[in-house]
């Protein structure tokens, strides 16, 4: 039970260039969440996917998109990469059971550089 | 929208020494309330969560948070701080059950000296 895992764990792109960042979780949770680290202001949300076939924007999605694979998999893409988006990656995702606010499982992070 | 303060950027205790960490929340109900913990290079881990009940709650690694209704707080406490303990310290507060979004402080840096 590998939890949530991210692809790459680092990465370094040149201004403009496109890159996919990877999420993948085995606990059959029903949400998925990416968020951006950055010093000094804590983790905020890029985008969500409340169940399989659903996304959506969260506090900071300009520049990113992102694509629900199935249940499994949730990705991040930015297009053309700026220097203001290097910053650590995570993707979360927990279980949906429609009363309570389930803890969400982080997983390591992707560290990007954009020159 | 609701907000979340860690009024400490950054906390230095002895190992040994108790440690209180605070959280602020701005919302106008009784939020979902969590303390997550991130050892350096690692992802978040939950520590302890409050949903309602009993408004002292205990977690992982000898935690305790105490959520006050009445200072809008939710403050994490340990009563001796070992050096494995030296991770910065995330308050999260949620507000809605359809999608389970979290917001997040600023985080509190907590560094465990000899």
């Known amino acids: 039970n590998a939890g949530v895992t991210q692809t790459p764990k680092f990465q370094v792109l040149k201004t403009g260039q496109s890159m996919t960042l990877q999420c993948a979780q085995d606990m059959n949770h029903n949400s998925m969440y990416w968020y951006r680290q950055d010093p000094g202001m804590g983790l905020r949300l890029i985008y969500y996917?409340?169940?399989?076939?659903?996304?959506d924007k969260g506090e900071v999605p300009n520049g990113y998109n992102v694509s629900r694979l199935n249940k499994r998999e949730f990705s991040l893409r930015l297009e053309s990469a700026a220097p203001s988006q290097t910053s650590v990656y995570f993707c979360a995702s927990s279980e949906y059971s429609g009363r309570f606010y389930n803890e969400q499982f982080f997983g390591p992070g992707t560290r990007l550089t954009v020159l | 929208a609701q907000s979340v303060t860690q009024p400490d950027i950054h906390i230095t205790v002895s190992e040994g020494a108790s440690l209180e960490l605070r959280c602020n929340y701005s919302y106008g109900a009784t939020p979902y309330l969590f303390w997550y913990v991130q050892s350096p290079g690692q992802g978040l881990q939950l520590l302890l969560k409050y949903f309602s009940g009993d408004t002292l709650v205990q977690g992982i690694k000898g935690f305790e948070a105490e959520f006050k209704r009445s200072q809008s707080s939710f403050n994490l406490r340990k009563p001796s701080v070992h050096w494995s303990d030296a991770a910065e310290y995330f308050c999260?507060?949620?507000?809605?059950?359809?999608?389970?979004?979290?917001?997040f402080g600023a985080g509190t840096t907590v560094t465990v000296r000899a």
């Open positions: 999260a507060v949620g507000i809605s059950s359809n999608d389970y979004k979290l917001s």
């Open positions: 996917s409340a169940s399989e076939g659903t996304t």
